[in-house]
């Protein structure tokens, strides 16, 4: 197989590195003759590949229907001969229709999916899904196909195909007292954390609702993390203040070094509710973390409850905190889920696993 991963994305999130993480594994395990990434030249993914010297070619981006990006794009898919267009986001997805219908592409396309979203609100969105050059719309979860099916005529097009992580990534499993450290927290403290943009489906409220009801009402030695940045911190970190819970909770901001301080969450607390899986639960699960999630969108695809975590009701602080409150109180549990999280991860999730899933399901393309 040769193949083109195209992405427009300029941001780096959970969808970008999963570009990187297949590329790694299509390369390791041997499943492709050949493969390239194609996005913007100034965008967080040009960046990281080309640190991690991969074949990608940037290209200037002018927006999702900019025609002299879907021109190139159909250039470099006959220099390369590809045998797949592999999209990963939306302004991509419309670039890459152009790319066949102006200008004549006749590579096969298939379209990754992450977000639980309607996507049949206008004529063109509809249409471009239901295009006849898309062969595959390859969901990361089930609720996310179930809200495809308004818009999409074929729905044997749709195909379940799970989140991913490299645990290699992540190695560290025991606390060092990094963040006790940092941040001047008492040894005998708990450390509450979360790591999510600050964006409306994470449900920052209900995080911080969650966290008044387990200092004001359960007296809970803690302090209680927030990684991430994102459009509503501002309001969030207002909130935060309103409640008078400032000494509480901690804004860490963005941070590069997940992998190290993760390890040193007692709990990860997780509100999100609409959530298509939530790679960073992998991430938890990586690093032998107790996870206390919202039973929302895709999460209990990845948290088997009473098995590998513990599911809240979406939105509501006071189930979060007595999930919470059980776990805390319940060392045997609390390994349990740290052993079971690890092993359903390897089975289910991991780069080799997921990549060998999604090279089937390009393969049934060409064939």
């Given at each position: 197989?040769?193949?083109?991963?195209?992405?427009?994305?300029?941001?780096?999130?959970?969808?970008?590195?999963?570009?990187?993480?297949?590329?790694?594994?299509f390369?390791?395990?041997?499943?492709?003759?050949?493969?390239?990434?194609?996005?913007?030249?100034?965008?967080?993914?040009?960046?990281?590949?080309?640190?991690?010297?991969?074949?990608?070619?940037?290209?200037?981006?002018?927006g999702?229907?900019?025609?002299?990006?879907?021109k190139?794009?159909?250039?470099?898919?006959?220099?390369?001969?590809?045998?797949?267009?592999?999209?990963?986001?939306?302004?991509?997805?419309?670039?890459?229709?152009?790319?066949?219908?102006?200008?004549?592409?006749?590579?096969?396309?298939?379209?990754?999916?992450?977000?639980?979203?309607?996507?049949?609100?206008?004529?063109?969105?509809?249409?471009?899904?239901?295009?006849?050059?898309?062969?595959?719309?390859?969901?990361?979860?089930?609720?996310?196909?179930?809200?495809l099916?308004?818009?999409?005529k074929?729905?044997?097009?749709?195909?379940?195909?799970?989140?991913?992580?490299?645990?290699?990534?992540?190695?560290?499993q025991?606390?060092?007292?990094?963040?006790?450290?940092?941040?001047?927290?008492?040894?005998?403290?708990?450390?509450?954390?979360?790591?999510?943009?600050?964006?409306?489906?994470?449900?920052?409220?209900?995080?911080?609702?969650?966290?008044e009801?387990?200092?004001?009402?359960?007296?809970?030695?803690?302090?209680?993390?927030?990684?991430?940045?994102?459009?509503?911190?501002?309001?969030?970190?207002?909130?935060?203040?309103?409640?008078?819970?400032?000494?509480?909770?901690?804004?860490?901001?963005?941070?590069?070094?997940?992998?190290?301080?993760?390890?040193?969450?007692?709990?990860?607390?997780?509100?999100?509710?609409?959530?298509?899986?939530?790679?960073?639960?992998?991430?938890?699960?990586?690093?032998?973390?107790?996870?206390?999630?919202?039973?929302?969108?895709?999460?209990?695809?990845?948290?088997?409850?009473?098995?590998?975590?513990?599911?809240?009701?979406?939105?509501?602080?006071?189930?979060?905190?007595?999930?919470?409150?059980?776990?805390?109180?319940?060392?045997?549990?609390?390994?349990?889920?740290?052993?079971?999280?690890?092993?359903?991860?390897?089975?289910?999730?991991?780069?080799?696993?997921?990549?060998?899933?999604?090279?089937?399901?390009?393969?049934?393309?060409?064939?």
């Open positions: 197989m040769r193949l083109i991963q195209v992405t427009a994305s300029q941001v780096w999130r959970g969808h970008e590195q999963k570009i990187i993480y297949l590329y790694e594994a390369r390791d395990l041997g499943y492709v003759e050949d493969q390239w990434i194609v996005c913007p030249k100034e965008s967080e993914v040009y960046e990281m590949a080309s640190q991690k010297n991969m074949q990608v070619i940037g290209l200037d981006f002018n999702e229907y900019d025609l002299k990006f879907a190139s794009l159909k250039n470099i898919s006959e220099e390369k001969n590809a045998d797949v267009v592999f999209i990963h986001n939306s302004q991509s997805h419309t670039l890459a229709v152009l790319a066949s219908l102006f200008y004549g592409m006749k590579a096969p396309m298939a379209l990754c999916r992450t977000l639980i979203k309607r996507v049949d609100t206008n004529f063109f969105r509809k249409w471009k899904y239901n295009y006849k050059g898309i062969k595959k719309i390859i969901c990361v979860s089930h609720p996310v196909v179930e809200v099916k308004y818009a999409v074929d729905h044997s097009r749709l195909s379940v195909v799970g989140s991913v992580t490299d645990v290699a990534k992540f190695p560290k025991e606390k060092t007292g990094l963040l006790h450290q940092e941040f001047n927290i008492p040894e005998d403290y708990k450390i509450i954390g979360n790591i999510a943009e600050f964006t409306g489906f994470k449900d920052h409220y209900t995080w911080v609702d969650t966290v009801i387990l200092v004001k009402e359960k007296k809970l030695k803690a302090k209680f993390i927030l990684v991430g940045k994102g459009k509503l911190e501002a309001e969030i970190r207002q909130y935060v203040a309103d409640k008078g819970l400032t000494d509480d909770i901690i804004f860490a901001g963005f941070r590069k070094d997940v992998p190290q301080i993760l390890p040193e969450f007692d709990l990860f607390l997780f509100t999100s509710n609409n959530e298509p899986t939530g790679g960073v639960l992998l991430e938890s699960y990586a690093c032998k973390v107790p996870i206390v999630a919202a039973n929302a969108g895709g999460i209990p695809e990845v948290i088997v409850e009473n098995e590998t975590g513990l599911l809240a009701e979406v939105g509501n602080p006071q189930s979060f905190a007595e999930k919470t409150m059980q776990l805390l109180n319940d060392t045997a549990l609390q390994e349990k889920f740290k052993e079971n999280g690890y092993q359903y991860l390897l089975d289910n999730f991991t780069k080799d696993v997921i990549a060998k899933k999604m090279y089937d399901e390009l393969a049934e393309i060409i064939n």
